[in-house]
């Protein structure tokens, strides 16, 4: 599924219109030539990717959303959110939960359709569970509760299954 959806996202920016651009002509093919070389190597590895290929489709992402943060247009906006979608994946993958939770918590304030506050909600339960899990580790177990509580409703799946396996682990861990 994560590999699915860099891939959808790199696609996204390759088809980006000009017009759609705070950017040059020369500024635009250069990321579009390093958003296809990184679409190639996404085709070419497994799930486990190197965190550099990681944080070379964070930078990709990061310059499209800079580029299109105005939402002049209806595309632009739904490149716009593409792109946080692709960071907050990014962030994830590279162990960089907090970030990636906060990015979510922003984007939960814009106007989005339901099934992108679906999409949103899904990135901000995958960073928000393993930035608790660092919280746990880092001895901040009443924060992480919080933290656990407040993502739960949101949860599906594994996540929610790691959800109400960490509340109590963080009681325990607490006490030990």
């Not at 390093?34 to 550099?52: G, R, V």
Request: net charge negative; glycine share 4%; charged share 25%.
């Amino acid at each position: 599924m994560k590999k699915t959806l860099h891939l959808v996202m790199i696609s996204i920016a390759l088809h980006l219109p000009l017009f759609a651009q705070n950017i040059s002509n020369e500024e635009y093919l250069e990321i579009e030539n390093k958003t296809s070389a990184l679409f190639d190597i996404l085709k070419q590895t497994d799930s486990n990717m190197q965190a550099e290929h990681f944080q070379d489709a964070l930078n990709a992402y990061s310059i499209i959303a800079d580029s299109t943060k105005q939402k002049r247009i209806k595309f632009e906006k739904q490149v716009w959110y593409f792109s946080q979608i692709g960071m907050a994946s990014c962030y994830y993958q590279l162990g960089q939960n907090e970030k990636g939770y906060k990015l979510c918590e922003q984007l939960l304030k814009e106007q989005l359709s339901n099934d992108e506050i679906t999409l949103v909600q899904e990135r901000l339960v995958e960073n928000g569970v393993f930035w608790a899990i660092d919280m746990m580790l880092n001895q901040q177990y009443a924060k992480a509760r919080e933290l656990l509580r407040e993502m739960l409703p949101l949860a599906k799946g594994e996540f929610k299954q790691s959800i109400l396996r960490n509340l109590p682990r963080s009681w325990y861990m607490e006490g030990a």
